[in-house]
């Protein structure tokens, strides 16, 4: 059993608190990001649970046992750093071979166990150089495998894609989920980038603040974001969040907005009338036709796709997304609407909760509706 | 590359480049180059101190040099010397680097005072020694004498092998502060993630002193032990304020020994032959020195 179990977790620098009372069960063999803008407190997490940092209260286990008070070389883990931590003056195979080493493995039964990590991550041809004669990716793949050599119950990782370049990073991604796949050990990877934790996790503990806003795997975080800090923060581009207020007209809920009016979708019971705030994906915004007028201000060509900024009222805008064939120009009048079926509402504050009831699978999918 | 026409401009550029460097060229022969010259030009003759005049000998100084016994005394003397109070510079500098370089709360006020005995003039480093080592009011005989270690105060400075412990242990006294300096210096630049990685791997304290921190100070060192073998193989003040080379002359280093033949003996030339043998010795040291400093740069 390597299950991992934050329990009221606080961690406290003096009088700084980086982590507020985080409760968190990660499953045997499931890979968990933790996400978060930077100074979330993904890091000092990470380190708590690597033993390097101490929780100034509350008790984290893994596989039933409380670690709170055993040295992180006891705590049956393996950490890929951020900067990597490779012995600059070791070789490649002696790096991979420390831990095994510390861990009086006999040099002969050594041999193997680094012969075969290296094969697993294609690092054969290496073992002979020095950390400084490899490049960024190599580096990367020699503090995966002394992670790895050893067979750890739990890994973690803080930001190891982070100092690679865009198309690496892309491919060590999957070699990771692959990697995953193939160990089916528990794994905690901390990043800022959202792109990394939806493709990669199982599930996604969404931070900031020091504070856990929402666990669940990534569709869900993205299709039914908690509040509104994770609907802002997960997707590119983000959703447009539009405040205005709420009313109940004869049983139904209106939202209603300078430029924008439309019946909610199933609210829950905590709905009430009054400041709210609207959240629609842009892909949700269909351009082109609908009852909303604005104009457009600004068109990002990605290549395969034209993200339109329309603006419908004063300081008011839409983000939409358009195919690729149809340029709309700047200050052009446009029409357009909101799919409300997948129109979030979330109560009002910077932090406020979504509102929407549920999903259930045969929801009726909504006309297009507003103004 | 001779055969690449310059432009005007970067003929310019070449002409304001030497005019700049004029100044530093021209000091460095006026200071460096120009003893060095008349050092080797003097050490060809018998030269009389007091007047500078002498007649031409060639290489007879070397000659009677190479089969003295008090050169080679002292030169063994002076390995001595740098070979002891070298290895007491650097086991103490690295021990004590290592303790400053953990979180005590004196740390940043002992950093400052480790300095101390390498700022002070050597004059009166020296007195102080002197006073604390002498055997009829030393404070040294005293307390130890107090403490029930000895019967009769000891001859600290007077009597072999004493006097070299002495100024063995002096030497190391004034010349540690560089090497915590320096080792502190290159610490404090090792990665902490090094460390945190070394013990999750399941390295202790021990482990992790050999396999992440001596690894990482081994070139600084390297370097620190060339500089200050250097460094002590010339060093003259400290000796010769203590001990005078004594006694008799078995504090006796080489550079004492060039300065007792210059203004004890007014030998000018042989004095001169002695320094340019050492200077050969010393150039040893420096080329394994600019060998090992290149090979880094290399690398
Ligand atoms: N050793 C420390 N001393 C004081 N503050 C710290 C320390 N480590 C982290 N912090 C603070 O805790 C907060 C969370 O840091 P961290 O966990 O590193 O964030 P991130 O989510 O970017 O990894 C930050 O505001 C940081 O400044
Ligand atoms: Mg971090």
């Keep these: 059993m390597a299950e991992v179990v934050f329990k009221d977790i606080v961690k406290s620098f003096g009088s700084f608190t980086a982590v507020h009372g985080l409760n968190l069960t990660i499953a045997e063999g499931e890979f968990v990001s933790l996400l978060g803008p930077s100074g979330c407190g993904k890091t000092t997490t990470l380190r708590m649970l690597a033993g390097l940092d101490f929780p100034t209260s509350g ?185 205005g207020t709420l009313a109940n007209e004869a049983g139904a809920w209106r939202f209603a907005s300078p430029g924008i009016t439309l019946t909610c979708p199933p609210l829950t019971d905590d709905a009430v009338s009054g400041p709210a705030c609207l959240g629609v994906r842009p892909e949700d915004v269909l351009l082109g036709e609908g009852p909303i007028r604005g104009q457009v201000q600004v068109v990002e060509q990605t290549g395969h796709e034209n993200i339109v900024v329309v603006k419908i009222a004063d300081g008011i805008r839409l983000t939409g997304r358009a195919g690729a064939d149809h340029v709309w120009r700047p200050g052009e009048t446009i029409q357009c609407a909101v799919d409300v079926s997948k129109a979030h509402v979330f109560a009002a504050g910077p932090s406020g909760q979504r509102l929407n009831r549920p999903l259930t699978k045969d929801q009726p999918r909504l006309a297009k509706e507003g103004a | ?190 990665p902490d993630a090094l460390y945190e990685a070394a013990r999750i791997d399941g390295a202790g304290p021990i482990a992790s002193f050999w396999d992440v921190t001596l690894p990482q100070l081994r070139e600084v060192l390297v370097v620190i032990i060339m500089l200050r073998a250097i460094w002590d193989f010339k060093e003259f003040d400290l000796i010769y304020l203590l001990t005078g080379g004594g006694p008799v002359t078995s504090t006796q280093t080489l550079p004492l020994l060039v300065y007792k033949e210059a203004f004890k003996l007014n030998q000018m030339g042989m004095a001169s032959a002695y320094a340019v043998v050492m200077m050969a010795i010393m150039l040893v040291f420096m080329v394994i020195y600019i060998r090992r400093t290149r090979s880094e740069d290399d690398t």
């Design chain 1, 59 to 243: 008790s984290i286990s893994i596989g039933n046992r409380v670690v709170n008070d055993v040295a992180p070389g006891e705590r049956d883990i393996a950490m890929v750093f951020q900067s990597y931590a490779l012995y600059p003056h070791m070789t490649v195979y002696d790096n991979i071979a420390y831990p095994l080493k510390k861990r009086g493995v006999r040099k002969a039964d050594r041999a193997p166990m680094v012969q075969k990590t290296a094969d697993l991550l294609q690092l054969t041809e290496l073992l002979r150089r020095k950390p400084r004669q490899l490049s960024g990716g190599q580096q990367q793949r020699v503090a995966l495998g002394r992670a790895l050599v050893r067979d750890p119950k739990v890994f973690l990782l803080d930001e190891p894609l982070s100092n690679l370049d865009a198309k690496l990073r892309g491919y060590m991604r999957v070699e990771l989920v692959e990697l995953h796949r193939r160990l089916g050990r528990t794994m905690v990877y901390v990043t800022h980038d959202q792109l990394e934790a939806m493709t990669m996790s199982d599930r996604i503990a969404v931070m900031e603040g020091g504070k856990l806003q929402q666990f669940a795997p990534p569709n869900e975080v993205y299709r039914e974001p908690a509040n509104r800090f994770v609907a802002g923060f997960i997707g590119t581009p983000a959703m447009n969040l539009i405040d």
């Design chain 2, 1 to 190: 590359m001779s055969t690449v026409r310059r432009t005007p401009l970067e003929r310019q550029y070449a002409l304001i480049g030497s005019l700049l460097i004029a100044p530093t060229v021209l000091i460095f022969c006026a200071v460096i180059v120009y003893p060095l010259v008349s050092a080797v030009y003097l050490s060809l003759f018998q030269v009389f101190t007091p007047t500078l005049e002498g007649s031409w000998v060639g290489l007879e100084n070397y000659r009677t040099l190479l089969g003295k016994n008090e050169f080679w005394s002292s030169l063994w003397t002076n390995i001595v010397w740098t070979v002891g109070t070298l290895t007491l510079q650097i086991i103490c500098g690295v021990g004590m680097a290592l303790v400053l370089h953990q979180n005590i709360w004196f740390r940043s006020i002992a950093r400052s005072l480790i300095l101390f005995p390498y700022f002070v003039s050597t004059v009166v480093a020296v007195l102080v020694w002197k006073w604390v080592f002498n055997d009829l009011y030393g404070i040294l005989n005293h307390l130890m004498i107090v403490a029930g270690l000895i019967d009769f105060p000891v001859d600290y400075l007077g009597s072999m092998p004493n006097a070299m412990i002495s100024v063995i242990l002096v030497g190391a006294w004034k010349y540690f502060p560089f090497v915590v300096i320096a080792v502190l210096a290159r610490l404090q630049t090792i």
